[in-house]
Structure formats: C-alpha cells, structure tokens
C-alpha cells in the first residue's frame, strides 16, 4: 500500500472523494493547465550566431595568411618542395662536416659495452576464468 502526504486537511478531502485536480480551481495542476499566475510571457533568447574571424599568427600577419591562402596551389607546392630541398641540402653538409671531423677510431680498440642482464618481476598468479575483479 502506498502513503500519501499532504499538505492540508483540504487536499486531504479533495484526494479522499478522488475529485479531478485538472477541475477544482485551487490547484497547481489547474494554474498549470489555464495559464493562471504567468504574469510576463517567456520569450525565447536569441542564440548568437557563430561568427569566423580570422587573426594574424606569431610569425605572419593576417596579409600574410590571406595572400598565401590566395596562391594558386602548383605555386605552393613549388614553394614547399624547394624548401625542403633547402633543408635537406643543409643536414647533408651538416652530416658531411661530422664525418670529416670525427676521426675514425682505431681498429683493434673499439669499446663494446657488456649488457647486464635485467632484473625480471616474478608476474602475478593468474585469476581462474569467469572470476574478474572479484
């Protein structure tokens, strides 16, 4: 069975003789229903529109990006190729300055290092199956 509460004798008695609540004009559901109470209208608030802004990056300035966005795309792929071009010409020679300034070590007193063997963990006895973190 199921325990009522309520607030007064009044709704008690208008429970009691099962009387509608959506009809008996003191109550909530009534005011719901017919508007009663609402003294302004809820209007609806106006969401704001996303607007796209673009800004200048460390390093290049808003003219910057909109001129290079404004390229055609073989130019940009010339520009991006010869850079890297650049680039690896350049670790070529730093490549070349290393080995011409690091003499070769002598043939018999090459120094090979002896790995130790690593300590291993002793794992864990495994869980029967069906018996997961209990």
């Known amino acids: 069975m199921k325990t009522f509460v309520f607030i007064n004798a009044k709704a008690e008695k208008a429970f009691l003789k ?3 609540p959506r009809k008996v004009l003191w109550t909530t559901v009534y005011r719901r229903i017919h508007k009663k109470g609402t003294t302004t209208e809820v209007q609806k608030k106006k969401t704001r ?12 300035t808003l003219d910057q990006i909109k001129q ?7 130019i940009r792929a010339a520009a991006k190729e010869a850079a890297l071009k ?5 670790q070529k020679k730093k490549e070349d300055l290393k080995k011409k300034a690091a003499p070769a070590p002598a043939k018999g007193a090459k ?5 130790a063997p690593k300590a ?3 794992k ?3 869980a029967p199956k069906g018996q997961k973190g209990r």
Do not use: F
Not at 49 to 60: L, M, S
């Open 120 to 122: 291993t963990k002793a």
């Open 49 to 60: 529109k996303v607007v796209k802004v673009q800004r200048d990056i460390v390093g290049a």
């Open 86 to 90: 650049e680039i690896k010409e350049r």
């Open 18 to 20: 099962k009387s509608n």
């Open 68 to 74: 290079k966005r404004a390229q055609r795309p073989e």
């Open 111 to 115: 120094g090979k290092k002896v790995a």
């Open 124 to 126: 864990a006895p495994k």
